[in-house]
């Protein structure tokens, strides 16, 4: 749950930085340890950037799942926690990170919560992450209700018509996916050539020349029109002031997303890449009892896969137990003969 009262002092074994996949996975890891979390994540829902901007997007690297989609995959994640009751600050950025007299650290949020910890496990994915905005005069009156950045929810769209702007992989995904869901899909991109797929983008152009949809290059975004917060039309012009007015209903804009490490830069990690370097062999960064799995953590041989990450959370886990505890033995067993030990909420 996510705590109410920001002045509240916690203490735990874990916090976790970030609720995506990989931090969910990492309480897994730990709450098999009987290592309680505390999770702190910028956003103000679980699920880091499979929630956020794909989450009806398949995927098929998962072992025992041919697919799954990123929000159910996001959920099991979710339900695989439940036993170990952890602690779920949203919508908070952490700010401070501050190693104590008695070796443990102390956790400060930007909104002021404070959790003493014995170790920390940074799974930031990428680091913080906001949407590129397109420059619109008077943007910021339609987001939230017809100008979006990602797509939850395909039935959002029902009947609907639909502009999507950019030429990656995510807009012409969601484009080929709205199509039998949306009223009218209009794809507008800068230049005639997509950097998606290119299976994919054979397939959109295919269906705009068998006029399934509408295919507006080489075009930018130039105004909206609309009141109240809703949409009606999005002004679309060439480099040469050609102008094209296309009605719809909703603009997404899927123009990348700009991320950051943000405070990250000032705990005194080594970086490489705009990622944390981490020993391999333990998960540990360049400050002890401070650990890194996922997209944020780089080695020599990297692969920044999910499956990836899930195994660099099991290995920072294991070395947590052993950092915390450097006078136990850890005897290693397999879940089939332990089960799922039971911890108490803290």
């Known amino acids: ?190 230049r005639s050539k997509f950097r998606a797929s290119p299976n994919n983008t054979i397939r959109l152009q295919q269906l705009a020349q068998a006029g399934r949809l509408d295919l507006i290059v080489p075009y930018h975004l130039h105004s909206l029109e609309g009141y109240d917060g809703q949409l009606t039309a999005v002004i679309a012009t060439t480099l040469d002031g050609k102008r094209r007015r296309l009605e719809t209903d909703f603009l997404v804009s899927f123009f990348g997303l700009a991320q950051e490490l943000g405070p990250m830069n000032r705990w005194g990690l080594v970086l490489d890449s705009h990622r944390i370097s981490i020993n391999q062999e333990t998960g540990m960064t360049s400050q002890q009892g401070v650990f890194a799995a996922g997209d944020i953590a780089i080695y020599p041989g990297k692969l920044k896969l999910i499956l990836t990450g899930f195994a660099e959370a099991t290995r920072a886990a294991h070395s947590a137990y052993a950092f915390i505890n450097p006078d136990k033995n850890l005897h290693f067993e397999h879940s089939t003969n332990t089960g799922v030990p039971n911890l108490r909420s803290e």
């Open 1 to 190: 749950m996510a705590d109410d009262i920001y002045s509240t002092d916690y203490n735990t074994d874990i916090v976790v930085i970030g609720a995506g996949a990989v931090g969910l996975f990492s309480v897994f890891a730990c709450g098999m340890l009987k290592l309680h979390c505390h999770v702190i994540d910028t956003l103000e829902k679980i699920g880091g950037q499979l929630t956020t901007l794909y989450p009806e997007k398949p995927i098929f690297d998962i072992p025992g799942h041919p697919y799954i989609l990123a929000a159910d995959l996001i959920a099991k994640l979710e339900e695989q926690t439940l036993p170990f009751h952890p602690t779920f600050h949203l919508g908070q950025r952490v700010e401070q990170l501050q190693r104590q007299p008695t070796g443990q650290f102390l956790v400060t949020t930007i909104k002021g919560t404070r959790i003493t910890c014995r170790a920390i496990v940074i799974a930031a994915g990428a680091g913080a992450f906001t949407p590129n905005r397109p420059p619109l005069f008077g943007l910021e009156l339609f987001e939230g209700r017809s100008v979006f950045y990602g797509i939850r929810r395909r039935d959002d769209f029902l009947g609907k018509r639909v502009v999507i702007a950019g030429g990656g992989d995510s807009a012409v995904d969601w484009a080929l996916s709205l199509l039998d869901i949306a009223s009218r899909v209009i794809v507008i991109h800068r």
